[in-house]
């Protein structure tokens, strides 16, 4: 479980986030939503300790992570996989190597049993005989899918992806969006996914943080979310057509 | 920013990239791939650069000193002390710092604003470690065989002129080259060379490892490294002849 408890962060005279208290549950697909400059990669960044928050703290299981030491921090890191919006593979390796990278740095196995867990993770998101290609060979979906295996490579505790479907197509979005549901219950991870696509957050979200203008606007599961009565989240979420027409359905019924 | 804020957060980052390794046997690996991406790889601009150098030195030399009362040997000194004072370990750094220090900014501009660095941190890797401290390595151990090749070749490309265009004996140039060696003068070219090379590999980093933007800053900061680089060396060749050589 990932608690966020008063978080506040500014940049120069922009106060960015203000006040943010959160839960993150383990073993659920928990969702930061908001529009574009809400505020909410700030605040994900916060949480993985990219920055360093001005006011709150982030508590990882209980280890408050801005207060732990420099061997506690990268620790409680070894413990984090994170799926970034770029997918952020090391154009230098492949991606055999890309996926064994936390492996070789972190874990006490063998070159062999590397190997082994990186096909093994490579397997459960469908790449095969695709070991020896480098990152500007691949599709943005097949990079999202390598991103994915190197971030479950060291059994992670905590999993964080950033807006997991941007620049794919539906298709392959959905793909994306049913793999880190499967990898949540598998590895019982609590999940954050940063996210502005609401087909995403209909399809696996469980419990979703609304952020706006840098403060937590909303908190609830997506059954809850059609229902709200907050104008700035109806806003957000019925901004397109299909969703309007959605909301009409339910409603209908 | 002021001068003053880059200044501490250099030496900052210079404190995280010689903090201790994770794991020994990647730097080591990522080291001896630097040694060829950032020394083997300059070989071929130093040799060309050196031969063309030395030729031009001593063709210079003998046009100015073109006197019955200076013996002839003395243009094979004169290319000499220049090549090892000053022609190989700064000039050669000046150009190391074009051809290396861009491309390591670039690298590492490139690596922060595709969010490769962050995902080191998040991992918990030591990126500015990881990232630097194998090229610093590479750097202060291959750039003095670079030097010291200039300088065979540097004086080799005067001995061809000179001859070749019959300005000065081939005797007289051997005789010249050997004339008050001092080796102490090449502990003093290989000790700016060391120092050249750290700035270069440092300097460059920063400004690759806090490129913010997309592109057109990592374009930016690999000019950046070339420029303040340069500026950094002359400084210091300044400050480093006068405190070894005075």
């Known amino acids: 479980m990932i608690e966020v408890q008063g978080v506040s962060k500014r940049f ?34 916060c949480i993985v300790g990219l920055h360093v928050p001005d006011e709150g703290r982030v508590l990882y299981d209980g280890r408050s992570f801005h207060e732990l030491d420099k061997e506690q921090k990268r620790q409680v890191r070894q413990e984090i996989g994170m799926l970034f919006q770029s997918s952020a593979l090391f154009d230098s390796l492949n991606v ?12 006490t196995m063998s070159e062999s049993e590397m190997r082994d867990r990186a096909a093994l993770c490579l397997k ?4 095969v005989d695709k070991d020896h290609l480098f990152p500007s060979e691949l599709s943005g979906g097949m990079q999202k899918r390598v991103g994915i295996a190197r971030a479950i490579a060291m059994t992670p505790k905590y999993l964080f992806v950033d807006e997991p479907n941007s620049g794919l197509d539906p298709q392959t979005s959905i793909v994306i969006d049913d793999l880190i549901k499967e990898l949540t219950e598998e590895y019982g991870t609590t999940t ?11 399809e696996t979200g469980e419990n979703i943080v609304f952020i706006h203008q840098g403060r937590k606007w909303w908190q609830g599961d997506k059954d809850q979310l059609l229902d709200s009565e907050n104008k700035e989240l109806n806003d957000f979420i019925f901004a397109s057509g299909l969703m309007r027409q959605v909301r009409k359905a339910i409603k209908g019924r | 920013m002021g001068i003053l804020f880059h200044i501490g957060r250099y030496f900052l980052l210079l404190g995280e990239t010689f903090s201790k390794p994770e794991r020994l046997s990647l730097y080591w690996q990522r080291t001896i791939e630097e040694v060829d991406q950032l020394g083997v790889r300059s070989l071929g601009i130093v040799a060309l650069l050196s031969v063309f150098m030395g030729a031009v030195i001593t063709i210079q030399t003998k046009t100015n000193i073109d006197s019955p009362l200076i013996q002839a040997w003395v243009v094979g000194f004169a290319a000499r002390q220049s090549t090892i004072l ?13 051809k290396v220090g861009s491309n390591i900014a670039a690298e590492i501009g490139s690596m922060r604003v595709k969010e490769q660095i962050d995902a ?3 991992m918990g890797v030591n990126s500015a470690g990881y990232l630097i401290l194998p090229k610093v390595v590479a750097s202060v151990v291959i750039n003095p065989f ?20 019959g300005i000065v004996s081939g005797a007289d140039y051997i005789q010249g080259i050997q004339m008050s060696f001092d080796p102490y003068h090449v502990t003093y070219a290989l000790i700016k060379t060391v120092v050249f090379a750290v700035v270069i590999t440092t300097v460059s980093a920063y400004q690759g490892y ?3 933007g997309g592109t057109r800053e990592v374009g930016i900061s690999s000019t950046k490294a070339v420029v303040y680089s340069d500026v950094v060396i002359l400084i210091l060749n300044y400050m480093l002849t006068q405190l070894l050589l005075i």
């Open chain 2, 210 to 212: 806090y490129t913010q």
């Open chain 1, 12 to 45: 120069g005279a922009t106060q960015v986030l203000t006040d943010i208290n959160a839960v993150f549950h383990k073993g659920k697909v928990n969702m930061i939503i908001g529009k574009s400059g809400s505020g909410k990669s700030v605040l994900a960044k």
């Open chain 2, 146 to 165: 670079l030097v010291i090749i200039s300088m065979f070749l540097s004086i080799f490309g005067g001995w061809a002129a000179g001859v070749g265009t």
């Open chain 1, 192 to 202: 954050i996914v940063i996210t502005h696509d609401m087909n995403s957050v209909m």
């Open chain 1, 124 to 127: 459960r998101v469908n790449i």
């Open chain 2, 120 to 122: 080191l941190d998040i």
């Open chain 2, 86 to 98: 000053e022609f190989s370990p700064t000039i050669i750094s000046l150009i190391l710092a074009g």
């Open chain 1, 96 to 107: 055999m190597e890309n996926v064994m990278f936390p492996l070789k740095m972190f874990a």
